[in-house]
């Protein structure tokens, strides 16, 4: 063996996934799916690289080196990425095919998504999403209905109405609260006071009322002492902006009212009006009211081509940190309109509609929501081997068993009895089976019960009282090994 070896290290902003939580996440992805389908949309598969060009102006991180994405250069001289969403490929898809899909076209897409953007706690380079998109219509009702598919997911997820909202804005509405204020292209041509503006209202849930209105203003020092420069608006822009903001602890109707005031003399923002008070019709005549979904004025959503309705699923219930400080996992799904995105392939406006599931941030909320939930032993049946010439005979009990739909494994290693036993533990194993020469010669074996009795273990004193007691350990002949091994599996599933 050569002295000289490669260090083993992962490349960073990315993780390794173990058996545990992939089971999970199949277990979840397959929930949604289920959902997916039941609003009728169709499976779709894109590769995980375009050609870059095709991603457009709409990069994450453009402040960063390669504008957010992971690029190579292949032999023709092309640049191609990493998907940083599901979205534009489906743009490029659809642009490809447009002629012989239905329209509308429903479809729905997992998978890996990838962002060339500084990683930090809870923050990975690769992560996977699950998206629902309607493309080729205007109707509010493609809006509407995907507001009800978030909700539906999270409670086919298993959380509770309460614990969950799916909050709806406008971003029309929000350029008509700026044409209502003088930010405008004619006096904002560069878009850095609107985006200023933009990104304080982003910030309620963080910063407060406070903080908000000081990156309204001049700008605000953070605990650090960073400063961040504000939006430089005047104490009366920023009233309306506030009063704005503030619509959103007001009961649905009033809010759209208060919001309607504000943006009165704006035919932009009367029009975003109407649009969700349709979308709110919708709504209510199919029964999901504000405890579910409900106008929230400060969903502002990041990607700059967003055209219309904007949702955003947030988790509203809190858990202890490390620290034992309440921590709420905010939003894990979002999306909106995108009126304008086919239309960069085809040169015709393709109206579409999206939303789009953070699958690992959702898993994680998960996982802290459920953790006081036993968890199932899910691992394979072990078949021990205690004798080296009887290879063949265990290999015929294991077969036995996964031609029966159980799931199990014969012991591969070289060790004893013992090693073998604390194998079958780590494994998960819900229980072993035992066949030494006796039981052999009389057409039996031995089953243990690990779950049970690791639990009768736990209350016994002294070596003696336990080989006396062998703790959930039963003999039965081997006709009847199918039947008893299910009889553990189901009591533990």
């Not at 990425?81 to 012989?100: F, G, K």
């Not at 010669?441 to 690990?450: P, T, W």
Request: hydrophobic residues 40%.
């Amino acid at each position: 063996m050569s002295a000289q070896t490669t260090e083993a290290r992962i490349v960073r902003g990315f993780r390794d996934v173990e058996a545990a939580e992939i089971r999970r996440h199949d277990a979840m992805i397959a929930t949604i799916r289920e959902v997916y389908e039941r609003y009728g949309f169709e499976p779709l598969e894109t590769p995980a690289f375009e050609y870059t060009d095709a991603l457009g102006k709409f990069l994450p991180d453009q402040d960063r080196p390669g504008a957010g994405v992971f690029s190579v250069l292949d032999e023709d001289e092309a640049w191609m990425s990493l998907r940083y969403d599901l979205t534009a490929p489906l743009a490029r898809y659809v642009a490809q095919n447009y002629e012989r899909l239905p329209k509308p076209y429903r479809r729905y897409a997992t998978g890996s998504v990838f962002r060339n953007e500084k990683p930090g706690p809870a923050r990975f380079r690769q992560f996977t999403q699950f998206d629902a998109d309607t493309v080729g219509t205007g109707s509010l009702a493609a809006d509407a209905e995907l507001c009800m598919l978030a909700a539906d997911t999270f409670e086919a997820l298993g959380i509770r109405r309460g614990d969950y909202v799916v909050k709806v804005n406008h971003r029309r509405l929000l350029d008509g609260v700026l044409e209502a204020i003088g930010v405008t292209a004619a006096t904002d041509p560069e878009g850095t006071q609107k985006l200023a503006v933009l990104r304080a209202i982003d910030k309620l849930d963080r910063l407060g009322n406070s903080g908000v209105f000081a990156l309204l203003g001049p700008g605000r020092k953070d605990d650090s002492g960073d400063f961040t420069k504000g939006a430089g608006l005047g104490a009366d822009a920023i009233a309306v902006v506030m009063r704005f903001v503030g619509a959103t602890a007001e009961n649905v109707d009033t809010a759209l009212d208060t919001a309607e005031s504000l943006v009165a003399s704006s035919e932009v923002g009367r029009a975003a009006i109407s649009d969700l008070r349709q979308i709110g019709a919708l709504l209510t005549a199919a029964g999901y009211g504000p405890d579910r979904v409900r106008f929230d004025s400060t969903v502002v959503r990041g990607l700059e081509y967003y055209t219309g309705p904007v949702f955003e699923a947030e988790l509203t219930f809190e858990i202890a940190g490390d620290d034992g400080t309440p921590i709420r996992f905010g939003a894990v799904g979002g999306g909106g309109r995108y009126d304008d995105l086919v239309a960069r392939f085809l040169g015709q406006p393709v109206p579409a509609t999206g939303f789009s599931i953070g699958v690992s941030r959702l898993q994680t909320a998960l996982a802290h929501l459920k953790k006081d939930e036993p968890a199932a032993a899910s691992g394979p049946v072990v078949v021990l081997v205690m004798d080296r010439g009887e290879l063949p005979k265990y290999q015929a009990l294991v077969q036995t068993l996964r031609q029966a739909g159980i799931r199990a494994e014969m012991y591969l290693g070289s060790s004893g009895m013992k090693p073998q036993m604390k194998y079958a533990d780590r494994r998960g194993s819900p229980c072993v089976v035992i066949q030494g020469s006796n039981e052999r010669a009389s057409g039996e074996v031995q089953l243990k019960d690990l779950v049970e009795g690791a639990k009768a273990a736990a209350s016994i004193k002294d070596n003696k009282e336990w080989k006396d007691a062998r703790p959930a350990q039963i003999t039965v002949k081997e006709a009847d090994l199918v039947e008893e091994v299910r009889r553990i599996v189901a009591r533990h599933a």
